[in-house]
């Protein structure tokens, strides 16, 4: 089994900053990938970031140039540092894992942005 454990999320005004945490844990030899993704109620879940292993991260248009993410393969860790926030950005956002073929997910850290 894989854990995946988020925290970090919150409540911010438009124009602020936070920083979510993903700790990945269990059986997560062979990781091919970790992912933040995020969803709205009544809406699809939408890819924010992704880094697969060993490679450079891919960002959504609409986070480009204020979010970063990053891993720390030491610790299975994931951080999506987020600047500049927009309340269009408000929405649940879950970590995902990628070990072929399954994908895991946590469960999910809500940020809302105030206007």
């Known amino acids: 089994q894989v854990q995946l454990v988020e925290s970090g999320g919150g409540l911010v005004q438009a124009g602020g900053s936070l920083t979510l945490s993903c700790a990945a844990s269990g059986r997560i030899f062979g990781m091919n990938a970790m992912g933040w993704y995020r969803q709205n109620p009544g809406k699809q879940r939408e890819l924010v970031a992704i880094i697969p292993t060993g490679r450079s991260p891919n960002y959504a248009d609409f986070v480009k140039g204020r979010f970063t993410f990053s891993r720390d393969y030491a610790k299975n860790a994931g951080f999506l540092q987020m600047n500049n926030l927009k309340p269009e950005d408000t929405a649940t956002y879950y970590c995902?894992?990628?070990?072929?073929?399954?994908?895991?997910w946590g469960q999910g850290t809500q940020v809302t942005v105030s206007s």
């Open positions: 995902n894992v990628v070990i072929l073929p399954t994908d895991y």
